[in-house]
């Protein structure tokens, strides 16, 4: 499936960043000792974070694709995609999230 398809409505989209990130929390549970609370907690900064990460890659201002909405800034996105980038947001929050679980000692958390 592409990312495309699984961002085609918002309940899909929902679903598919719950699944991750239950599963994101769940492992790390598992294999890594972290609370639910702390795993929780993590992954929220971690999601908030990458969220500002993938935010700019691919998008194009109004102004660069040469249509100008009256009214609007012309640094706007032309084509936001949100829903598309919450998914990428979430598959690179876990990647890091993960990744951070394990490297680094955070059994008290």
Same mark, same amino acid.
């Given at each position: 499936?592409?990312?495309? !398809?699984l961002a085609?409505?918002v =309940?899909s989209?929902?679903a598919?960043v719950v699944?991750?990130? @239950?599963?994101?929390?769940?492992a %790390?549970v598992?294999?890594?000792g972290?609370?639910?609370s702390?795993?929780v907690? !993590?992954y929220?900064v971690?999601? =908030?974070?990458m969220l500002?990460?993938v935010?700019?890659?691919? @998008?194009?201002s109004?102004a660069? %694709?040469?249509?100008?909405?009256?009214?609007?800034?012309?640094?706007?996105p032309?084509?936001p995609a949100?829903r598309e980038?919450?998914?990428w947001t979430?598959?690179?929050?876990?990647?890091?999230?993960?990744?951070?679980?394990g490297?680094?000692p955070?059994?008290g958390?």
């Amino acid at each position: 499936m592409t990312i495309r !398809l699984l961002a085609a409505t918002v =309940w899909s989209t929902l679903a598919c960043v719950v699944v991750l990130s @239950a599963a994101a929390i769940g492992a %790390a549970v598992q294999l890594f000792g972290l609370r639910w609370s702390g795993s929780v907690g !993590l992954y929220f900064v971690v999601w =908030w974070t990458m969220l500002f990460v993938v935010l700019p890659f691919g @998008a194009r201002s109004q102004a660069e %694709a040469g249509e100008v909405a009256v009214g609007t800034e012309p640094g706007a996105p032309a084509v936001p995609a949100l829903r598309e980038r919450a998914i990428w947001t979430t598959i690179a929050s876990v990647i890091v999230f993960l990744l951070a679980s394990g490297l680094m000692p955070l059994s008290g958390l």
